[in-house]
């Protein structure tokens, strides 16, 4: 069986995330999907728990961080091509997302960033294999 990643998010109102993350073309898995919690579907083997904030604090002791102040993780998610940057950038941004950071452009990468309903901050990524070299 391949490993498959499991990332865990709280979020402060589930249906208007998924609403967000559905306006950017992502699926949720119903199976384990409920009033706590929702699967969105990435790929074959990368999942985002989104989880309410009452229910991600039964799966931790700590405090959780108030995303729109503090950064603890970057999630960077890589497409096809640098018009699927931009693509999905821009739905993001007509969804009410935010922008933290200007694009980046080093010639072999170019990525964009944006803030999630919750703050969360979300890197989409294309990585040109030809300039790699």
Known sequence: MKTKIFINLPVKDLN??????????FSFNPQFTDDNASCMVISDEIFVMLLVE??????????ICDATKTTEVLVALSVESRLEVDEMSAKALASGATTPMPAQDHGWMYQ?????LDGHVWEIIYMDPAAQQ
């Open 16 to 25: 208007k995330s998924i609403e967000f993350f559905g306006k950017l073309g």
């Open 54 to 63: 009452k229910f991600f604090k039964t799966f931790t002791t700590k405090e």
């Open 112 to 116: 964009k960033s944006f803030q999630d």
